[in-house]
Structures are given as structure tokens and as C-alpha cells.
């Protein structure tokens, strides 16, 4: 039972233009029964996307067609493999409302979805692109003043996305956890960085949710692991939080990523 509960699609502003087709034959190469599509979410209107490009988020226009054409190659492959309607829905602090009124007026034909958090808010005020590239990185230290500042923000941010009310539809998986680590091997980790990680997993086994369990960070020159990385991910299943494999594939070649890598007596299916 393989169930990739992340990836991405034709509508990804910085992804690829694969066909939702093209990801549902490798999905079923792979062996996959069960699949969900969560696209990046449209980021609240008022924000202001800080990578070059602005293209975090797909646009909002499109989330109409979006729904559609998932909908279409539902019925299209009902027969072969369960796909999913999904969003990956970023948390941005100080932008609750706005992502809470997104929700209700989409939440309803969601499926199944992710919350990320991409975004961090600096001590300048200025929002940040965690994953972006080294050099984006680079500034988030600069803003905060270290590494070991910046994984304090993004945990404590990661605690608000775990507790932040957002409404009945809010997505009860958290995405990949550990992002901050994309870029370990270039910015090592402070000791002690995963000290809040118990704290965390406690307050999502509480709340019920789920942990993607990401293989895309091996990919990753600079951080060879899964979000989370082992250790974490074992914690978390010993504490009964699901664990569900997301590939986070961003193109229809990456739909398996990581499955060899991470440990599969760890997933719930
Ligand atoms: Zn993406
Ligand atoms: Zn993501």
C-alpha cells in the first residue's frame, strides 16, 4: 500500500508543466494506491511573496480550474488509484484571517492538506523564504542575527502553525517539519536544535494531526535527509502521530522520491 500524499502539479508557478496525467501513470509505475495533489496554495492577497519571482503560491484565479481538472482525472482513473483533492496551505504569521476565509471558501471540496511553513517573519519585520536558496538563507541569518535565532523563530513559528486557529477546514498535516534543515550542511545546525521537537510532536499528537513524512530532502545537496529526519520520525510514531510518505515531487519524475530512502515501517497506511 503506497500512499505519495504530496505532490505537486501543472499549476505550480515554479514547478514543471507535467500533466496531472503524466504524474498518475508514474504514480501507477510506482505501485501507488492512493495519491494526493496539494498545490501551493494562492498566498494571502495583501502579502507580498518575497522570492524574485513571486511565484510561492499558484494563482487564485486558477483555483477553479484547478478543482476541476482534479476532479476530471478522478472519474478518469477511479478505477486504478484513489486521487485526492489537496492543497499544501502555507502558515504565515499575521496572515491567519486571511488564510482562514481562503479555507471557507475552498475548504469544502478539499480532501486532504497540507500546512507548511515556508514563510518566516524576521525581527526586521521583513518576511523571509526559508527554502528559497543559500544565499535567501543567508539574509534570514542576517536578519535574525544567527542560525541558531532563525531555528528559534521557525520552531516557535511552527508551534503557532500547530496551535493557530484557522477555522474548520484548517489542513491537519503538518509539511514537511524540518525544512529549516534544506541547508545543514552549509548552515550546520546549532546544538541542541531539536531541543522543542518533543514539545511539538506532543502538541500535534494532541491535536490529531499528521506528519508528511518528506523525501525530497535527500535530493537536496545540503540536507540528504527526510523532513523529518529519521530519528524525529521515530519519535513521532512511538508517540502515534501518522506518518504519511509525501514525495513532494515538483516534476512527474520525482513521484517516488525518497521512498527507498525512508524507513516504510514508519508509515500509516
Ligand atoms: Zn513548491
Ligand atoms: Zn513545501
Not at 478518469?76 to 496551505?89: A, S
Amino acid at each position: 500500500m503506497i500512499t505519495d500524499g504530496h505532490v505537486h502539479t501543472p499549476y505550480c508557478p515554479h514547478g514543471s508543466s507535467d500533466s496531472f496525467k503524466a504524474y498518475v501513470e508514474q504514480a501507477l509505475k510506482q505501485g501507488y494506491q492512493t495519491i494526493t495533489f496539494t498545490e501551493h496554495a494562492p498566498l494571502p492577497e495583501s502579502f507580498h511573496d518575497p522570492v524574485p519571482d513571486k511565484d510561492s503560491g499558484m494563482k487564485r484565479s486558477l483555483m477553479e480550474s484547478y478543482i476541476r481538472d482534479i476532479q476530471e482525472i478522478k472519474k478518469e482513473y477511479q478505477e486504478d488509484i484513489d486521487i485526492l483533492l489537496g492543497l499544501e496551505v502555507d502558515y504565515i504569521e499575521g496572515y491567519q484571517q486571511q488564510t482562514s476565509r481562503f479555507l471557507s471558501d475552498y475548504g469544502d471540496v478539499l480532501d486532504d492538506s497540507i500546512l507548511s511553513l515556508h514563510f518566516l517573519k524576521g525581527p526586521s519585520g521583513r518576511y523571509h523564504c526559508i527554502d528559497f536558496s543559500e544565499s535567501a538563507f543567508q539574509k534570514v541569518v542576517e536578519d535574525f542575527g544567527s542560525v541558531d535565532k532563525v531555528y528559534q523563530g521557525y520552531f516557535s513559528t511552527l508551534e503557532k502553525s500547530i496551535q493557530a486557529d484557522l477555522g474548520p477546514y484548517k489542513p491537519t498535516r503538518i509539511g514537511h517539519m524540518t525544512l529549516i534543515r534544506k541547508f545543514h550542511h552549509l548552515f550546520p545546525s546549532p546544538a541542541g536544535w531539536d531541543e522543542s521537537i518533543p514539545e511539538l510532536l506532543k502538541l500535534i499528537k494532541q491535536k490529531n494531526y499528521q506528519l508528511d513524512y518528506n523525501g525530497a530532502g535527500y535530493y537536496k545537496p545540503a540536507c540528504k535527509e527526510s523532513y523529518p529526519p529519521h530519528p524525529i520520525a521515530t519519535q513521532a510514531y512511538q508517540a502515534g502521530i501518522p506518518l504519511v510518505y509525501g514525495s513532494d515531487a515538483h516534476t512527474s519524475s520525482a513521484i517516488g522520491q525518497g521512498l527507498d530512502q525512508i524507513d516504510q515501517t514508519l508509515i500509516t497506511d
